[in-house]
T-cell receptor
Framework: AQSVSQHNHHVILSEAASLELGCNYS??????LFWYVQYPGQHLQLLLKYFSGDPLVKGIKGFEAEFIKSKFSFNLRKPSVQWSDTAEYFCAVRSGGYQKVTFGIGTKLQVIP | NAGVMQNPRHLVRRRGQEARLRCSPM?????VYWYRQLPEEGLKFMVY????????ESGMPKERFSAEFPKEGPSILRIQQVVRGDSAAYFCASSRPGTGRENEQFFGPGTRLTVL
């Protein structure tokens, strides 16, 4: 069974600091990888996704993620965070040919103005 | 084009009552997924349905929980005889058929169930 690990459960940053949220998954086959964001009081929104091709994926709002197959990782990055990035971030994996998406526990990001 | 609709947004039940959560998928989507988010936990897959069929219910508790997606109307997640531990946010997602890039799951706003 696939699993997803997010190592940082709660991150506090000042505005303009750089962000990197770790995500590792356990599945040896073809995977689709996602990062979702949940702003306070809102529903999940897709930030970015990786299906194939360039392992460096660019998403909305200046976020990007890099798929490193050898490390089973899909870390989320942003060079300079803003207060409006305060939210909970979920890494998710879908194994090839299968519909079920497995989510990580989530990382709560708090950006201090 | 409306997104995934869930209602009610908030539901309060007393222990032993039944809870019914509804999900209307996006237009053109025939696949529905239910997830549960317990306090301080990530989203856990519960069940995957297509019209009139349960495809994968490996995440559903064995008792008290059931789901359906009839030919007409929304998908329903039903919890009988609720207990305090059922208090959580329940999210529905929908997608088009297939597993390619175009088959992203779109999430609804969730139903927050509180059991008193």
């Amino acid at each position: 069974a696939q699993s997803v690990s997010q190592h940082n459960h709660h991150v506090i940053l000042s505005e303009a600091a750089s962000l990197e949220l770790g995500c590792n998954y356990s599945y040896g086959g073809t995977v689709n990888l996602f990062w979702y964001v949940q702003y306070p009081g809102q529903h999940l929104q897709l930030l970015l996704k990786y299906f194939s091709g360039d392992p460096l994926v660019k998403g909305i709002k200046g976020f990007e993620a890099e798929f490193i197959k050898s490390k089973f990782s899909f870390n989320l990055r942003k060079p300079s965070v803003q207060w409006s990035d305060t939210a909970e971030y979920f890494c998710a994996v879908r194994s090839g040919g299968y519909q079920k998406v497995t989510f990580g526990i989530g990382t709560k990001l708090q950006v201090i103005p | 084009n409306a997104g995934v609709m869930q209602n009610p947004r908030h539901l309060v039940r007393r222990r032993g009552q039944e809870a019914r959560l509804r999900c209307s998928p996006m237009k053109g989507h025939s696949h529905v997924y239910w997830y549960r988010q317990l306090p301080e936990e990530g989203l856990k897959f519960m069940v995957y349905l297509q019209k009139e069929n349960i495809i994968d219910e490996s995440g559903m508790p064995k008792e008290r929980f059931s789901a359906e997606f009839p030919k007409e109307g929304p998908s329903i997640l039903r919890i009988q005889q609720v207990v305090r531990g059922d208090s959580a946010a329940y999210f529905c997602a929908s997608s088009r058929p297939g597993t390619g890039r175009e088959n992203e799951q779109f999430f609804g706003p969730g139903t927050r169930l509180t059991v008193l």
